[in-house]
């Protein structure tokens, strides 16, 4: 099969399309062949520095994959050749005793898919078959794949860690990024007022049209400014900062007495430094978002085949082009998802 791998660390030059052999699967696993599969950061930062525990190389990114069922394993009963399905890539072992207390994202065997094991960038890719789940006929293969990263991670790190209630007020970053798309719209259907940031007149219009209440244009505003006038003084009571250093320190002054601020990426560098008087006398509260669960994916999948969200693509490569769809998303000239197709195409599938 084709796939894109790499052997070393390094920039996109390292990428590289070519044959490589099927998965061979187990009994409880299933072999899928990849018809839509949507690029996030983590391609971009591991491809230069290894993050995640266990990753090895050669490897194949690759994390959020709609397809085919190809083949199953003997024991597999779930799915059956040919459903289509999505992949949560956040693969735990359903048996130790931290997947039993639906703890599942620390279990002790934890794997996701294209970020310490093989992944989506190919034509075929294996997964358990108790993390593979059925595509209702509405919902295409590109649609479910700008799914499972993004949106999951914006509703664990707002409605599970940041406990955002309706009426609060969010400042969110980014607004063209993957998670961020997903978080305006996360907001929105909690009832909360969203104002968000970004760093072109595009995107900022884009942000609007995704549901944003107030958009920010951070090159040409001090966004704590506007924030302080949107809200009449009081700033926001949750930031959702992926971005990190940044805009760290404006985040926080963004935020009301006892605001939250959480985070969950660390795309402009791993160091930020705070005025510690100025966030106990406030309350404030620094909020980690790890990862998502089980029983959230199930939760999430279930609002979008219900159609309460509306995934953003920004384009669609084919899968040999993958350097090229890498190098949009690193420049930053995206606004949603950029999807790779292993049949060769660039129309929506």
């Known amino acids: 099969m084709k796939a894109i791998i790499y052997y070393e660390f390094g920039d996109i030059d390292v990428l590289r399309y070519e044959d490589v052999p099927v998965p061979e699967i187990n009994d409880d696993e299933v072999l899928i062949r990849v018809r839509s599969v949507s690029l996030n950061h983590l391609d971009h930062l591991q491809r230069r520095v290894p993050i995640l525990p266990g990753f090895s190389l050669p490897h194949i990114a690759g994390m959020d994959v709609a397809g085919d069922v190809e083949r199953v394993g003997?024991?597999?009963?779930?799915?059956?050749?040919?459903?289509?399905?999505?992949?949560?890539?956040s693969i735990n072992c359903q048996r130790c005793v931290r997947c039993a207390r639906g703890q599942d994202n620390y279990c002790v065997s934890l794997k996701v898919l294209g970020g310490n094991v093989d992944g989506g960038f190919a034509e075929f890719v294996k997964a358990p078959a108790s993390h593979v789940?059925?595509?209702?006929?509405?919902?295409?293969?590109?649609?479910?794949?700008?799914?499972?990263?993004?949106?999951?991670?914006?509703?664990?790190a707002l409605i599970d860690r940041a406990q955002l209630r309706v009426g609060e007020d969010v400042l969110i970053h980014a607004a063209g990024s993957g998670v961020s798309m997903a978080a305006i719209q996360i907001a929105k259907l909690c009832g909360a007022r969203v104002i968000a940031t970004a760093g072109t007149e595009y995107k900022v219009e884009r942000a609007r049209q995704l549901g944003a209440d107030v958009a920010i244009n951070y090159t040409r505003d001090d966004f704590p400014d506007i924030v302080r006038q949107v809200t009449n003084g009081k700033g926001v009571e949750v930031v959702l900062d992926h971005v990190g250093p940044a805009?760290?320190?404006?985040?926080?002054?963004?935020?009301?007495?006892?605001?939250r601020l959480v985070y969950c990426g660390t795309t402009t560098g791993t160091r930020a430094s705070i005025d510690l008087p100025q966030t106990y006398h406030l309350g404030i509260t620094f909020i980690g978002s790890d990862g998502f669960t089980l029983s959230e994916f199930e939760d999430v999948f279930a609002l979008f085949i219900q159609g309460k969200f509306q995934p953003v693509i920004d384009s669609i490569f084919p899968l040999e082009r993958a350097a090229e769809a890498q190098r949009r998303m690193a420049e930053r000239k995206i606004f949603g998802k950029v999807i790779l197709h292993p049949d060769g195409s660039d129309r929506p599938l």
Do not use: F, Q
């Open 247 to 259: 805009t760290w320190e404006k985040s926080v002054l963004s935020l009301a007495p006892r605001g």
């Open 74 to 89: 003997r024991g597999v009963e779930r799915v059956h050749p040919g459903d289509r399905v999505v992949i949560n890539p």
């Open 133 to 156: 789940y059925r595509l209702p006929d509405h919902l295409s293969y590109d649609l479910a794949a700008c799914m499972p990263t993004v949106y999951l991670t914006a509703w664990h």
